[in-house]
């Protein structure tokens, strides 16, 4: 059992970061503060826009329109490396909340 413990806080400190930046700019998409509106009565900050687009584009955001095309498969295996952490996470959470219970 200590040996779960202790690989539930490994990989659930190596994905924390992680899912904390997916947490904060997929609240941030839901409520559209990644776009500008048309009227011009609302630009996002510059920061918030280039985080949103790592979020649902998968790369940073060049700074000007010469850059060469992204390469996007290290993100997108970091991105599955996260999907597997969390899920490893959950399912080593739920074997410890069934083993160290009572009831």
């Given at each position: 059992m200590k040996t779960i413990r202790l690989w539930h806080t490994y990989?659930?400190?190596a994905f924390?970061?992680?899912?904390?930046?997916?947490l904060i700019s997929g609240?941030?998409?839901?409520?559209n503060l990644h776009k500008g509106r048309k009227d011009n009565s609302y630009?996002?900050?510059?920061?918030?826009?280039k985080l949103c687009e790592i979020h649902t584009d998968q790369h940073w955001p060049?700074?000007?329109a010469m850059a060469p095309k992204p390469i996007r498969w290290p993100f997108r295996i970091v991105s599955t490396l996260l999907a597997v952490g969390m899920?490893?996470?959950v399912a080593l959470?739920?074997?410890m909340a069934y083993?160290?219970?009572t009831n």
């Open positions: 990989v659930a400190c924390a970061p992680l899912t904390v930046f997916f609240a941030v998409q839901t409520w630009t996002p900050p510059a920061i918030v826009a060049p700074s000007d899920l490893n996470t959470g739920v074997v083993r160290f219970t």
